[in-house]
C-alpha cells in the first residue's frame, strides 16, 4: 500500500494563499507521486479545496468532525456536511483539540464513527504528553487513546487511519527518532492486529516536527506507513520534498 501524506494546515490560510499553495503543489506533483497525498484544511475552505483539487490526484479533508449527527449544536460541523464537500479524510483527536477542547478519547471514539458512518476517513490522532514520556507512559497512553476508538468501530478498525503525533514534537522542532517513532508505531500495528485481521491495511501516520530534513529516515521505518504534517505542510517546497521521500511502494 501507498504511503499516505497528510497535511494539516491547522488554522492558517486566506483564499489568495490557499490558491497559491495548492497550485505550487498540484504543479510539483504532475509526476505521479509514490505516495497518496491530502491536505486537511479549515473547515471555510472546503469548498475551496474541492473546487482546486477534484480534478487531481490530492484529496482533500478536514481537522475536525462533530460527535453529533445534527441539529441543535451551534458551530459544529457534521460528518455528512465533511463529505457533501467531498472530504476523503477528517483529522479527530489532534492534541490541540484534545488539550483546548477537553476531547477526550470517548468524544474521540464517536467522531472516528460519525466519519466512517458518512463514509469519511478519520485519522485518529494518539500521542503522548511531555510529561506522559518522561513518565514512560507513552505505550499506555497511545494503547488507551486507541483503544477507545477500536472498541467504538468495531470491525471497521480497518478503515481508520492513525497518526502517531507525540505531543512534545508538535510544533517543537523536537521529532521522535526514527527508532523511537518506530517502537510506538509497532506497539499499536500489534493492538490493530489484535483488533482486526486486515491490521495490515491500517496506515500509521508519524507526526510532529517532520520536515523535508528528517522526513526520508522516518518514512523508511517498516512501520510508519506516512506522515501528517502541520507547519511544513504550508510551503509547498518543503511539502514536496517529504512526499517525495516517501518508500516506492
Ligand atoms: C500536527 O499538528 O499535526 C503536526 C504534526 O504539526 P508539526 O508538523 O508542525 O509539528
Not at 484534545?98 to 469519511?120: C, I, M, N, S
Not at 505542510?233 to 514536496?240: G, P, T, V
Request: glycine share 8%.
Amino acid at each position: 500500500m501507498n504511503q499516505l501524506i497528510v497535511g494539516n494546515w491547522k488554522m492558517n490560510g486566506s483564499l489568495a494563499a490557499n490558491a497559491e499553495l495548492l497550485a505550487a503543489v498540484c504543479q510539483g506533483l504532475a509526476t505521479a507521486p509514490a505516495s497518496d497525498v491530502a491536505v486537511c484544511v479549515p473547515m471555510p475552505y472546503l469548498a475551496q479545496a474541492q473546487a482546486l483539487l477534484s480534478s487531481t490526484g490530492v484529496a482533500w479533508g478536514a481537522q475536525d468532525v462533530s460527535s453529533h449527527e445534527a441539529g441543535a449544536y451551534t458551530g459544529e460541523t457534521s460528518a455528512a456536511m465533511l463529505r457533501d464537500f467531498g472530504c476523503r479524510y477528517t483529522i479527530v483527536g489532534h492534541s490541540e483539540r484534545r488539550q483546548y477542547h477537553g476531547e477526550h478519547d470517548d468524544t474521540v471514539a464517536v467522531k472516528a464513527q460519525r466519519a466512517l458512518a458518512a463514509g469519511v476517513t478519520p485519522i485518529v490522532c494518539v500521542g503522548e504528553t511531555l510529561a506522559e514520556h518522561e513518565a514512560g507512559r507513552t505505550e499506555f497512553v497511545v494503547k488507551r487513546q486507541l483503544s477507545a476508538v477500536i472498541h467504538a468501530v468495531g470491525h471497521c478498525t480497518s478503515e481508520i487511519v492513525v497518526a502517531y503525533e507525540p505531543v512534545w514534537a508538535i510544533g517543537t522542532g523536537h521529532t521522535a527518532t526514527p527508532e523511537q517513532a518506530q517502537a510506538v508505531h509497532a506497539v499499536l500495528r500489534a493492538q490493530l492486529q489484535a483488533a482486526t485481521p486486515r491490521a495490515q491495511r491500517v496506515r500509521i501516520l508519524y507526526g510532529g516536527s517532520m520536515n523535508a530534513a528528517n522526513a526520508a529516515e522516518l518514512l523508511r521505518q517498516p512501520d510508519i506507513d506516512g506522515g501528517l504534517i502541520g507547519g511544513a505542510s504550508l510551503k509547498a517546497s518543503d511539502f514536496l520534498s517529504i512526499i517525495a521521500s516517501c518508500r516506492t511502494a
